[in-house]
């Protein structure tokens, strides 16, 4: 027994060794690395582009958990890119366990931004598991990480340390306040930072609470944010052929998407207040009470004002001289929206719904989940994808938004199961033995 845990010890020491090296031993990895390409990889396959996602032959490896950072490398997932998402061994991603409701095994939480996905366990703050993720970045093109700043540094795996042996790979980093500053350290949370940010304060009723919104928009426009930094990235390695650092942050996020709300502060010195629904600067373009629930109208110019007063039988509204420009309806918001609440409390919603139709002005219900999705029209878009799963059953998703006419996105695969591709990418992809595999999974690195 102490022989061959002293064996085990001296194979793990020589894993560290030929992992510490800039160029793989042949016994693990086989041949020289190729730093893979767009271009490369659609020659190689020999298939129609027109076949294959808009990112196929781009590699990413994905470090970030919870939300913005998986939600970035799912939409690079959709549109054909590889993605090997690192978890930690017997824990997995923080969603993984975000439940109820939980579907088989997994959370519901998990399955929204982890489809397309292959998932390799490892233990990164082992040598040898800091080691392989050092291996797998010589074969990615991309990395996204959500970790605090300095956090990989201190484990060999910072920006400036990998590219100095990867050059070609492009680093995302994704925190809630930047690289540096006063709050560089702290923990980045949607709901903290859109606070920190201000959508709070203007989210939620007039002289109420402030609200949270209902999913972590910040969150997710970050995902946004990341994902086309990226791909701007990518463009220019094509030109270059080198990578570079991408700095996103939750913070610098939520104060970009403050638009006209931030422009009335900073050039108007306009302090912005919580509005419900309606809007600072337009009127009528709010959530109407209906006889039995709710609607939405809006008016975005005199014209399509004019429109919602005959739809809504007021023609006597268009004319009246304080609603007759968007300035003067703002000026007397009052009096107008008392007048047009009145008039639309005497209607259901699908009343409503049937006198607006076709009059080319915006409207719509305020839908529960039951109602989005079985709305003909995002029926009509398939906006549902129905994956099946390993112990979940068949998997209902929200699709991608966007849809290519060249290149579509990719059959979609199920949300793995943690550690579900692990001996595949580490031994296909890096070539290890299954001896070293062995070992590495005893000492818990993977």
Request: charged fraction near 20%.
């Amino acid at each position: 027994m102490a022989l061959c845990r002293r064996s085990t010890r001296l194979r793990v020491a020589a894993f560290r060794v030929l992992f510490s090296t800039n160029r793989p031993n042949d016994r693990f990895f086989g041949s020289k690395f190729q730093v893979r390409s767009l271009s490369n990889q659609s020659e190689s396959d020999g298939e129609s582009s027109s076949n294959k996602g808009a990112l196929t032959g781009l590699r990413v490896l994905d470090l970030s958990r919870v939300l913005a950072g998986p939600y970035c490398t799912m939409i690079l997932a959709d549109m054909g890119a590889e993605v090997i998402k690192i978890e930690k061994p017997g824990e997995g991603d923080d969603t993984r366990s975000w439940g109820p409701p939980f579907c088989g095994t997994e959370s519901a939480y998990f399955f929204s931004v982890n489809r397309n996905k292959k998932s390799v366990t490892v233990n990164i703050k082992q040598p040898e598991g800091a080691a392989i993720v050092k291996q797998l970045a010589h074969k990615c093109d991309i990395l996204v990480e959500n970790y605090l700043p300095g956090k990989l540094c201190s484990m060999g795996l910072g920006y400036s340390q990998l590219s100095r042996e990867c050059p070609h790979l492009i680093y995302c980093s994704i925190t809630g306040y930047g690289q540096t500053g006063p709050y560089a350290k702290r923990a980045g949370y949607d709901v903290i930072v859109s606070g920190v940010g201000g959508l709070m304060h203007i989210t939620g009723p007039k002289d109420g609470e402030p609200c949270k919104v209902g999913v972590a928009m910040t969150d997710l426009s970050t995902g946004l944010y990341a994902h086309g930094a990226i791909m701007a990235a990518v463009l220019l390695r094509q030109k270059t052929g080198k990578g570079q650092h991408i700095d996103c942050s939750l913070l610098s996020t939520q104060v970009a998407s403050l638009v006209n709300i931030a422009s009335n502060y900073l050039n108007a010195g306009k302090e912005a207040t919580r509005q419900g629904t309606e809007h600072p600067s337009i009127v009528p373009y709010q959530a109407f009470r209906t006889l039995d629930g709710f609607i939405l109208l809006g008016a975005g110019n005199d014209g399509q004002f004019k429109v919602l007063c005959k739809c809504l039988d007021l023609a006597v509204l268009a004319t009246d001289e304080r609603y007759l420009t968007n300035n003067l309806r703002v000026i007397n918001r009052v009096s107008l929206l008392d007048s047009l609440s009145k008039r639309i409390s005497k209607l259901s919603t699908k009343e409503w719904l049937v006198k607006l139709e076709n009059s080319g002005i915006p409207y719509g219900p305020i839908n529960n989940m039951e109602a989005v999705f079985s709305d003909p029209q995002v029926q009509h878009l398939q906006l549902i994808q129905e994956i099946p799963h390993q112990t979940a059953g068949l998997v209902r998703l929200p699709g991608p938004a966007v849809k290519f006419s060249q290149s579509p996105t990719v059959v979609p695969t199920a949300p793995p199961m943690l550690g579900q591709h692990t001996e595949e990418v580490l031994q296909g992809l890096l070539g290890m033995d299954e001896l070293t595999f062995s070992e590495l999974r005893k000492s818990k690195v993977i």
